[in-house]
């Protein structure tokens, strides 16, 4: 019983198969030899192209009228989604791009802002001191006035000083005429030129205690002045920067 061969039924399908193909080849090679099958099939072809096309149009005129979506409306509902997609894509990113460049520039804002307001409190700070400076040349021109009011009231004394000298002077020659007359003149005459010998006298030591006076106060001045002439440089080169 084992010795005998079992049918395999693919083997027999494979076969029958083989010798199906074998003859269509043959059948369509000669059929391709062959010129009116050639024909006929052209013909085939061609009819069964405008049949086709004919179909289609009549398949749109009637979905047109039914108002029903055709293929080709499909494959345009289609590439017109992608596209919207794509577009969707395109203005999301577009939009995200936005939102970073907005937030940039308000970073940028918000830093020109600081800055200026930065630059508002250093010229007001800037404006608060030049109005101190402002003040304190002011009041330096008041003590430069007041110093230069002081050095005409000097040159002033010094010239009553020089007068008053010129009188002394002749005062003296006076009292040397009078001291070599007085041996010539009568005792009246001569206590009458005494008399006013004193009173002159007199006045010139009240002049010369005022003028010593008046020295005391003009050095006393000019102390101060000395005084504040360093205080005055140190402002001057900041009122200076300031114009």
Same mark, same amino acid.
């Given at each position: 019983?084992?010795?005998?061969? $079992?049918?395999? +039924? ?5 076969? #029958?198969?083989? *010798?199906?193909?074998?003859? +269509? ?6 059929? $391709?030899?062959?010129? %009116? ?5 052209? /013909? @085939? #072809?061609? #009819?069964?192209?405008?049949? *086709? ?11 047109? !009228? ?24 395109? +203005?999301?990113? =577009?939009?995200?791009?936005? &939102? ?21 409190? &250093? *010229? ?5 001191? $030049?109005?101190?400076? !402002?003040?304190?040349?002011?009041? /330096?021109?008041?003590?430069? &006035?007041?110093?230069?009011? @002081?050095?005409?009231? /000097?040159?002033?004394? &010094? ?10 002077? @002749? ?22 030129? !005494? ?5 002159? /006298? ?15 106060? *003009? ?6 002045? =000395?005084?504040? %002439?360093?205080?005055?440089? +140190? ?6 920067? $300031?114009?």
């Amino acid at each position: 019983m084992s010795k005998e061969k $079992t049918y395999d +039924l693919f083997a027999g399908y494979k076969l #029958l198969s083989e *010798m199906w193909e074998k003859q +269509l080849m043959d059948v369509l090679f000669k059929a $391709t030899d062959n010129k %009116e099958f050639v024909r006929t099939a052209n /013909i @085939g #072809l061609d #009819l069964h192209s405008r049949y *086709m096309e004919r179909l289609r149009k009549n398949q749109e005129f009637i979905a047109a !009228l039914m108002n029903i979506p055709t293929k080709k409306d499909v494959a345009n509902a289609a590439k017109m989604s992608i596209q919207a997609e794509e577009k969707f894509d395109s +203005l999301e990113e =577009q939009v995200w791009n936005l &939102q970073d460049s907005l937030a940039s520039f308000s970073k940028e804002n918000l830093t020109f802002l600081q800055e200026i307001i930065n630059t508002i409190n &250093q *010229m007001k700070a800037e404006s608060l001191k $030049t109005k101190e400076e !402002l003040a304190e040349t002011k009041k /330096i021109k008041t003590d430069l &006035q007041d110093l230069r009011q @002081g050095f005409v009231d /000097i040159k002033i004394l &010094q010239v009553n000083l020089q007068e008053m000298r010129k009188e002394l002077e @002749g005062l003296k020659a006076i009292q040397a005429e009078l001291k070599d007359s007085l041996t010539h003149q009568e005792p009246p005459k001569i206590d009458s030129g !005494l008399e006013e010998l004193r009173q002159e /006298i007199a006045q010139l030591a009240e002049l010369k205690s005022e003028i010593a006076s008046l020295k005391e106060l *003009m050095g006393k001045e000019k102390e101060r002045k =000395q005084k504040k %002439e360093p205080e005055k440089e +140190l402002v001057l080169p900041g009122a200076s920067t $300031t114009k």
